[in-house]
């Protein structure tokens, strides 16, 4: 159900709105824009969606990682690039969070591409602060 989904720190909502994508802001599911989550701190908007899932009743929610979250700055191993994002050391603590529920059952990770990553060191990187969030 739409009402079970959390779509955290996406910044593509201008670019999906010009291609005529339909607006995730008018379903059910809780969408929160990086812009929202930098404005209350990551932390906050973390607790509040992770709430929000809860009081759903779910026995258990799966976690979607897309790679394309992280700053570009940081993370240019990805296919669909865009300006932003969250850092190394966020993602860790959003992945904490996400395990204190204790209600998640799993992870997928996607959109990164390590043929974009000659030396290893985003990859390096990023596998670290999963592993440290995930720890």
Not at 6 to 35: P, W
Not at 55 to 77: C, P, Q, R, T, Y
Not at 115 to 120: F, N, V
């Amino acid at each position: 159900m739409e009402r079970d989904v959390a779509v955290f720190g996406y910044r593509d909502s201008e670019q999906s709105a010009q291609y005529g994508c339909h607006d995730i802001k008018s379903t059910m599911m809780n969408a929160i824009e990086l812009i929202d989550v930098q404005r209350v701190g990551l932390q906050n908007a973390a607790s509040l969606a992770i709430h929000e899932l809860l009081k759903n009743e779910l026995i258990g929610f799966w976690i979607h990682l897309d790679a394309d979250v992280l700053d570009d700055s940081i993370m240019s191993a990805v296919d669909y690039r865009l300006p932003g994002g969250i850092t190394f050391s966020e993602l860790s603590n959003l992945l904490e969070l996400i395990i204190l529920s204790k209600k998640a059952v799993g992870m997928s990770i996607t959109i990164f591409n390590p043929t974009l990553d000659k030396d290893g060191s985003m990859t390096r990187n990023f596998v670290s602060s999963i592993v440290e969030g995930l720890s």
